[in-house]
């Protein structure tokens, strides 16, 4: 009797065990999250999190081609720059939001308006600061002027998801936050803060009903417990894995590793207008050829990492195939060394938080380590490390490591904020970088901004300012019935994947 | 009876803004919170700009009688970070860590208790001496582990319970018997020394001299009198369960009240900070009253009024 009883109860909890339950039939996804998405409103997300979830509730104005990154055609279907300062889009005319209302270009002039409105205070203000005026001139036609050539514009408008204007005008902001209403291919259906987000597909989507009809994203903050979800079988992806679970994935046959390449380069960034040593242009490529990159890709990072000679990844607009970056060579680390006076050594402080991997830190105390520089680690909460390291006084140490993404594919995202002068980033000082990045934002001309990214990028080998060391690879663990390719921009499209058996 | 509540009731009210004003001065302390909410990249003045729209850059003397305006309202704020009201977000969130903290504590009360009893009226017998290691290993297990190693064996290899989430009956298991653990432990330790002490008494030789039978001298009068010193230890590991579920909850992926402290702490979301330790120290004080009145009802030796007898 009690064994029958406890045959029972197992089974009871096996049942229970399984997760969320679903219509005969439909299919369901369950995705963990490493957070918990604080707003699902696109005009004030400054989160990967949030990022993750409402995009799949919204359209979004232009698509990134995840094969050639190229910049296509989504709710906008045609463009064109009249003058260097006005550009006119025309739109889609059959996309309509979950309510009914069809979609026009003045919730697009909407959707951007409110994020330029500085008492909105959105976080992304700076990416779109550059637009001086946004009109709707008809149904689907939209005229953005800016106040200068800014020639990321189309880049940052992929990031533009599309909100209604009406919706939003009926509703205030906390209920428009915690009931997001899109044109996208995912409805909200619930959301419990800290727990989960449920979204279920729209049959009549304008791209075609998504194979997936439901997924929840739910927040799930330690890794371990994210792998344990695959392992049991209550979630079907998990991000931000580490190369520690790897191994783990790799040996579970129910389960797949999906590495995909982003945008995001790792660095190590030097104080060069600081009182420390680091001034000498000499001591920082010396410390460039110590710092020995493809080790700690191959050991570290269990290989998942590509090398990078600039901080940009082949894929940016700008990137510049010759730039020779720094390769390993102890000797010549320890003749730069000597030349700039410090043949007995010297000792560096590595600002850092643990925000980033410390294993990598440390690593790098090590290899530097072996050029006779003794480096001490000085670690910060990542508020109190932002706040050291902008400071205009260049006083918060000699390096720091750390990954750019611009979420724009173009260098003008990356080495104008990393190294213009006055930049909070940037602890560096060059008129000749300075001239040739504001020369390559000022033009729409491709091939002028090509060259003059090319002599950016030279001086910034020449002075040293940062060692570029990898182009980060996200790590997915994926029940291995996921169909699905991560992007470079790492957008986690629902309506992309497919659930086979 | 009726002063005694009036003076802790007052006490409570200056206990409250007591810790609402250390919270206030102790996250602006901990820097600003605009840095950490805009991309890489974003240029000084548009920092600036938001700081001024969300009111940081004011003295510091007016954000607080701002603070303690919207406190007497029970306004709290709105959170930068969620763009939801503070306080409404924290009760949404407290359920889930009462739950969580009431199942764990039931648990290690159930087990505990009668582990130590049992422990303590057979002192040097087969049953102590197995039971002590056990207490001492409970002790030594941190929740991070203890929560991991349930994952792994029940979750993932048996398949029995979900490895994480809420909502279900099931999801609640294992983050209460990680959670219960450590107090289990605690309670069975003090029960156990709490009986022993007792044990030796006068009157307990007496009761057994009179006939008594040795199950009712340990339930009538030993347990009685051993209440005092286990009750207290039990209501303070009540505040330690609060405040030790934040690793349970984050392992566990349990919506709790503590994973938001975490968060909104590793984020300056400063009214979240506050509103979590102002509902926090709300139920540490309510937790106190209520033990202090048990005491009244457990010993009739305790007067209530406060005032010497």
Known sequence: MAIRILAALALALTVAAAGPTMTTGATAL??????????????????????????????????????????????ATAWTAVSPTEWHFTIRNDVRFHDGTPLVAADVEASLARILDRQFNSPQYANFSAIATVKATGPDTLTIITSRPYPVLLAQLVNLSIVSKAYMQAHDQPYANAHPMGSGPYRFAAWLRGDHVTLRAVPA??????????????????????????????????????????????????????????????YLAFNALGPGPLRDVRARAAIAHAVDAASLIRILLAGYARSVTELLTSRHFGHDPKIPGYPHDLAKANQLLAESGHAGGLTLVFTTSPTYDQRIIQAIQGQLEQAGVTVKIQSYDFGTYLQKIQSPQHDWGDLRYGQWSCSCLDADGVIYPLFHTGS????????????????????????????????????????????????????????????????????????DMALGQ | MGRFMAGRLLQAVLVLWGVSTIVFVIVRLSGDPVALMVPQGTPADV???????????????????????GLARGDLGTSYVQDAPALPLVLQRLPYTIELTAAAFGLALAVGLPLGVAAGTRRGGAFDRLALPLILIGQAMPSFWTGLLLILIVSVRWHLLPSSGSGTPQTLVLPSITLAWLSLATIARMSRSAVLEEASRDYVRTAHAKGVSPRRVVVAHVLRNAAIPILTIA???????????????????????????????????????????????????????????????????????????
Do not use: C
């Not at chain 1, 979800?229 to 040996?251: F, M, N, W």
């Open chain 1, 424 to 495: 909070i980033w940037s602890s560096y000082s060059d008129p000749a970088f300075d001239k040739a990045v504001d020369d390559a934002r000022s033009t729409l001309d491709a091939a002028a901004r090509r060259a003059a990214y090319s002599t950016a990028l030279n001086v910034l080998q020449r002075d040293v300012p940062a060692v570029p060391l990898w182009e980060v690879v996200a790590l997915y663990g994926a029940d291995r019935h996921l169909h699905w390719h991560p992007t470079v921009d790492e957008q986690l499209f629902v309506a």
């Open chain 2, 235 to 309: 209501a303070l590991d009540v505040a330690n369960l609060l405040g030790g579920a934040v690793i349970t909850e984050t392992i566990f992926a349990w919506p709790g009240m503590g994973r938001l402290a975490v968060e909104a702490i590793q984020a300056r979301d400063y009214t979240v900070v506050q509103a979590v330790v102002i509902v926090g120290t709300a139920i540490f004080v309510l937790t106190t009253l209520v033990t202090d009145v048990l005491y009244g009802v457990l010993d009739p030796r305790v007067a209530l009024a406060g005032a010497p007898s």
């Open chain 1, 30 to 75: 369950t995705v963990d999250l490493q957070g918990d998405p604080a707003t699902l409103d696109p005009g004030r997300q400054y989160d990967t999190n949030s990022y993750d979830v409402y995009r799949n509730i919204y359209d979004n104005f232009l698509h990134r081609n995840p094969q050639t990154s190229a910049i296509e055609a989504d709710v």
């Open chain 1, 205 to 266: 989507y304008w791209r075609g009903r998504p194979q997936i009809d439901e997924v929840t994203f739910r927040t799930v903050p330690e890794t371990a417990t994210r792998v344990a979800d695959l392992q049991s079988g209550r979630a079907q992806l998990a991000l931000g894995l580490t190369s520690d679970d790897v191994k783990t994935i790799k040996r579970d046959p129910k389960l797949q590793l999906l590495g995909g390449a982003t945008e995001r380069v790792a």
């Open chain 2, 47 to 69: 920092i600036a700009q938001m700081r001024h729209t969300l009111g940081l850059d004011r003295p510091l003397h007016v954000q607080y009688l701002r603070f303690l305006a």
